[in-house]
């Protein structure tokens, strides 16, 4: 089954809004598998944003991301990597169509509340980088044939 990194940014966490992201892939019908609050460190965002260090708004990215803690997930389920970038909408919230998170929640560009992997390749590099396998549970739910 496919497994997805989601991140409620600090922005998000700050603004109280866990609870709601949690519960949209919740109701969506996925699994959550690990999920944890952490404080990143710069050497841990630096890498998680390695793709972005040569743009010019890397350093306040790396600021932003390590401003307050962040609330980790891990969520599986049917094409999930997709599915989970159409529910946060795009990048800037500016453009995010209402009824995603992003574009119900986010005002600003480097603030948009929620970081989702966006392959396949991303998501099990971000999954290992910020949970160990311990951390992770495999399980099935009776609900999972009716969605
Ligand atoms: P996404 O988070 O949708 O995958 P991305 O990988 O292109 O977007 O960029 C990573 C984050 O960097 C994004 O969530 C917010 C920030 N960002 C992107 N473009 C930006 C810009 N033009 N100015 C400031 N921050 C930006
Ligand atoms: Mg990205």
Request: proline content about 3%.
């Given at each position: 089954?496919?497994?997805?990194?989601?991140?409620?940014?600090p922005?998000?966490?700050?603004?109280?809004?866990?609870?709601?992201?949690?519960?949209?892939?919740?109701?969506?019908g996925f699994?959550l598998a690990?999920a944890?609050v952490?404080?990143?460190?710069?050497?841990?965002?630096?890498?998680?944003?390695g793709?972005?260090?040569?743009?010019?708004?890397?350093?306040?990215?790396?600021?932003?991301?390590?401003?307050?803690?962040?609330?980790?997930m891990?969520?599986e389920?049917?094409?999930v990597?997709?599915?989970?970038?159409?529910?946060?909408?795009?990048t800037?919230?500016s453009e995010?169509?209402?009824?995603t998170?992003?574009?119900?929640?986010?005002?600003?560009?480097?603030?948009?509340?929620?970081?989702?992997?966006d392959?396949?390749e991303s998501?099990?590099r971000?999954?290992?980088?910020?949970?160990q396998?311990?951390?992770?549970?495999?399980y099935?739910?009776?609900?999972?044939?009716?969605?």
């Amino acid at each position: 089954m496919e497994r997805t990194f989601l991140m409620v940014k600090p922005d998000g966490v700050q603004r109280n809004l866990t609870g709601e992201i949690v519960s949209r892939f919740e109701k969506k019908g996925f699994t959550l598998a690990g999920a944890k609050v952490l404080a990143i460190s710069k050497d841990l965002a630096e890498t998680h944003y390695g793709e972005h260090k040569e743009r010019p708004f890397f350093g306040e990215l790396v600021d932003f991301i390590t401003s307050g803690p962040v609330f980790a997930m891990v969520w599986e389920g049917e094409n999930v990597i997709d599915e989970a970038r159409k529910m946060m909408g795009k990048t800037n919230p500016s453009e995010a169509a209402p009824g995603t998170i992003r574009g119900d929640f986010g005002v600003q560009v480097s603030m948009n509340v929620i970081h989702g992997s966006d392959s396949e390749e991303s998501a099990k590099r971000e999954i290992e980088l910020f949970f160990q396998k311990d951390e992770l549970v495999t399980y099935e739910k009776t609900i999972n044939k009716w969605v």
